[in-house]
């Protein structure tokens, strides 16, 4: 099988940053009315961008009780879902358990082991691109960024510092936003970039 290198660190620091979502392509859905609205926009795709954030555990023992937060995109529009409220939960559990609406991400793994300990459902007919790259023959598990380096020649902006941030929080920061609405966005391009038909994994 072929194998092909994945572009290093060094290498993607050169690239010129991916244009990312703003926040006036980001809905933040706390409440049972946002997220009944969410849904009714989100039904409309058969493929959407998917990913989750949860409040970093920093104790060796410790458990995250996360995730504190789930995110949905089209190619134009993320919604990033604040777990506190039982109506957003249930409708993030409903587009989890979609076997029409694919859901396509990186990394997946840990996430259905949180959703599964946290919502009590596990997601169907969901993507992870790291697979269908590994296919492709890259070796090396690219992750998002490698991916977008890949298919764009481009670096995706990934903030540290919100990555460790607290996702528990019910007020969150606009620089959370942008990135966990990215994330998700970043993963429904990749897609689209690859022309793959829907497909579970």
């Known amino acids: 099988m072929l194998r092909l290198p994945s572009p290093t660190k060094d290498e993607i620091a050169g690239l010129e940053p991916l244009s990312r979502l703003g926040l006036d392509s980001i809905v933040v859905v706390s409440t049972r009315q946002q997220a009944d609205q969410a849904l009714q926009a989100l039904e409309a795709s058969t493929v959407l961008g998917f990913d989750t954030e949860s409040k970093p555990t920093f104790a060796k023992a410790e458990v995250s009780e996360g995730p504190h937060v789930v995110q949905f995109s089209t190619l134009h529009m993320a919604y990033v879902f604040q777990l506190h409220d039982a109506g957003c939960c249930e409708v993030v559990s409903t587009l989890l358990v979609s076997e029409r609406i694919t859901k396509v991400g990186f990394g997946l793994a840990g996430d259905h082991v949180q959703i599964m300990r946290t919502l009590g459902v596990r997601p169907k007919n969901v993507l992870d691109l790291n697979v269908v790259f ?12 490698g991916a977008v380096a890949v298919m764009f020649n481009r670096r995706f902006l990934k903030s540290r510092k ?15 936003i942008v990135y966990s609405a ?14 793959l038909p829907s497909r579970p994994v």
């Open 134 to 145: 590994r296919e492709k023959g890259y070796v090396k598990e690219l992750g998002v960024r």
């Open 162 to 176: 919100a990555t460790t941030s607290n996702w528990a929080n019910r007020q969150l920061s606009e620089s959370q």
């Open 182 to 195: 990215n994330d998700a966005w970043a993963a429904i391009k990749v897609f689209h970039a690859l022309e």
